[in-house]
C-alpha cells in the first residue's frame, strides 16, 4: 500500500529525477523524468506535484493510489446493495493476503473485515 507521506518526501527530495513517479505506479512518467531532469522541467513539474500532494486528501489518494485497496474495500456492489456472499469471501481472502503479506496494518485489516461482513 502506497502512502501520501512517503510519496510526499520521494517528491520533495527526488522529484526532478521522477522517483515519486516509479513509487506511485507511473513508470512511464518517471522514466520522462529522468531523460529531460537536464532540463529543469521535471524540477518544476514536481515542485506543483509536491504542494498538489500536500493538499491532497487521504481519500483522494487511495483512490488514485492504491486501487486494489480500494476495491477490496469497497463491499457495496455497482447496484447499491450488499454483496453476495461469494463476492465478499473472495474480498476477504485478498484482504487477508494483503495483512499476511505486511501490506496493511491489523487495524487497517479488521476495519476493512467488519465493513465486509456488514455488507452482508
Not at 505506479?25 to 531532469?37: E, P, R, T
Not at 486501487?67 to 456492489?77: D, P, Y
Request: glycine share 8%; proline share 1%; net charge neutral.
Amino acid at each position: 500500500m502506497r502512502t501520501k507521506s512517503t510519496a510526499i518526501i520521494l517528491c520533495f527530495f527526488g522529484g526532478w529525477l521522477g522517483i515519486h513517479k516509479f513509487y506511485l505506479g507511473q513508470n512511464v512518467a518517471g522514466i520522462l523524468y529522468l531523460l529531460f531532469f537536464w532540463t529543469c522541467i521535471p524540477s518544476l513539474i514536481a515542485f506543483v506535484e509536491f504542494f498538489v500532494l500536500v493538499l491532497m486528501s487521504d481519500t483522494e489518494f487511495n483512490t488514485n493510489y492504491n486501487q486494489l485497496i480500494a476495491s477490496t474495500s469497497g463491499a457495496v456492489s455497482a447496484k447499491g446493495g450488499a454483496v453476495s456472499a461469494k463476492d465478499a469471501t473472495s474480498a476477504l481472502a485478498d484482504l487477508k493476503g494483503l495483512f499476511d503479506s505486511g501490506i496493511i496494518t491489523a487495524e487497517e485489516y479488521e476495519e476493512k473485515r467488519q465493513n465486509l461482513l456488514k455488507s452482508l
